[in-house]
């Protein structure tokens, strides 16, 4: 029996809280959208996530085997096929063949004729059909059919050091701006990367004052620009053989243009007076040497290693010698070379003189031959490298000649170990040529 209070009770609340008719329909999907949001249901999200991601063991081997499938098949995708691979390989090996050679070397020099950049672009475009990229055309000129063989001293090397400090190796501009497209970029490159990034030039670099480096830059210029213009001379054999119905094509203005290293009849002045010519016995001029390759002379700068007087150039002692000793030393040096080897350092500018005029006849004589173009540029290199020797050596015996004769103003150009070191070299250069001399005089 219920207790009659208890059932007033629950009529009561019967009646003040009536029954909900609100029904969930079945064809209602049970989605995050119809329920209410709870801590509790968000557990029954959870539940409901974990149980509807949960999946038969088989199937899931399935899954993971098809994906393996896809992995391969995108891998066997985008591995080359081997005919593919063949093809990337020839076009890596392509090359131009000799007439193609032929029209890129043409097509260069009128650019060059007319003062004008060269488009690689347009040349690549007009005459090759697109077939190859600009780069390729660049690096096949400059590299292969343009390709120079020069001996840089270690004062170009310095230079070339100093430019990449100045410039951060920006090739480009360097080969235009300071060197005038005398030298290639990409030759300016590799002689960074093979020889200028030694830490003897950095050092060497590091210890020069910047009225050094001005010196050192100013006497480099002047040997690229005292040079034959072979260019011109080319250009005048050309028009002649054109003249006289012969042609040599492959002799491009361009490829001797960088080696004219040498002085000669250039129009412009040098920093150093003409020198009188002065009196020579004339039992002196049988002892003329002939332009060989075997009497080229070394510059004061490099020495032979058995050289009797090498040890005058000792370097490691000189470098700790105090200054007064430098200077003291110096002079003493200058006034043995002004009583002792005076006549040797005049006979020696007048053979330096004489062998450049002679290499130049030479080439003159070889261009207006009738051999094969190669061959004439061949001989024509051999040449301007042998005479690029006498320049450098006739540069020092200028320099030496005004030391001697016009003293050193010692406010403007200090005296320091270079200027002796350059001094005892000098000496060595004039004792060899005073052998070479007598054993010349000693064959006839």
């Known amino acids: ?146 390709a120079k063989k020069h001996r840089w001293s270690d004062e170009e090397d310095l230079e070339l050091l100093h430019y990449c400090n100045k410039h951060d190796k920006k090739w480009s501009l360097i080969a235009q701006k300071e060197y005038e497209g005398f030298f290639p970029d990409i030759q300016l490159s590799n002689r960074y990367k093979n020889v200028c990034k030694r830490n003897e030039l950095k050092e060497r670099l590091a210890s020069m004052t910047e009225k050094e480096i001005e010196d050192l830059i100013e006497r480099n210029r002047e040997a690229r620009t005292k040079s034959l213009d072979t260019r011109n001379l080319v250009k005048v054999i050309e028009d002649n053989t054109e003249l006289s119905g012969h042609t040599s094509p492959s002799i491009d203005t361009s490829k001797t243009k960088r080696k004219s290293n040498s002085p000669s009849s250039s129009s412009k002045k040098t920093k150093y007076h003409q020198i009188d010519s002065s009196p020579r016995m004339e039992s002196d001029e049988s002892t003329e040497l002939e332009v060989d390759e075997g009497d080229s002379h070394d ?90 020797g006498w320049q450098k050596l006739y540069e020092d015996c200028r320099l030496l000649h005004d030391i001697i004769n016009q003293g050193v103003d010692t406010q403007l150009n200090p005296i320091t170990v270079d200027s002796f070191t350059f001094l005892c070299r000098a000496e060595c250069c004039l004792s060899s040529y005073r052998e070479r001399l007598r054993q010349t005089r000693e064959m006839k």
């Open 1 to 146: 029996m219920i207790n009659p209070n208890i059932q007033s009770t629950l009529n009561a609340g019967n009646s003040s809280f009536p029954a909900s008719s609100f029904t969930l329909p079945m064809s209602t999907p049970f989605s995050k959208e119809n329920l209410p949001s709870s801590p509790s249901t968000t557990m029954v999200e959870d539940f409901i996530t974990t149980t509807t991601t949960t999946t038969d063991p088989q199937q899931q081997t399935d899954k993971k085997s098809s994906t393996r499938n896809r992995r391969s098949s995108k891998k066997s995708t985008s591995s080359p096929h081997p005919e593919e691979v063949d093809d990337k390989k020839k076009k890596k090996k392509l090359t131009l063949t000799k007439e193609q050679d032929m029209m890129l070397i043409e097509a260069v020099r009128q650019y060059t004729e007319n003062n004008s950049p060269i488009q690689w672009k347009e040349i690549n475009r007009k005459l090759f059909n697109n077939q190859y990229t600009s780069n390729f055309l660049y690096q096949r000129y400059h590299r292969t059919l343009n």
């Open 299 to 388: 510059s004061f700068g490099k020495q032979e290693e058995n050289n009797p007087n090498s040890f005058l150039v000792e370097l490691e002692t000189i470098r700790y010698w105090p200054q007064n000793k430098v200077e003291e030393e110096y002079w003493k040096k200058v006034e043995f070379i002004k009583i002792n080897l005076m006549p040797l350092l005049v006979d020696l500018l007048h053979d330096c003189e004489k062998s450049i005029e002679t290499l130049n006849e030479s080439m003159l004589a070889i261009l207006q031959s009738t051999q094969n173009a190669s061959l004439k540029l061949k001989q024509v290199e051999e040449n301007m490298e042998l005479k690029s």
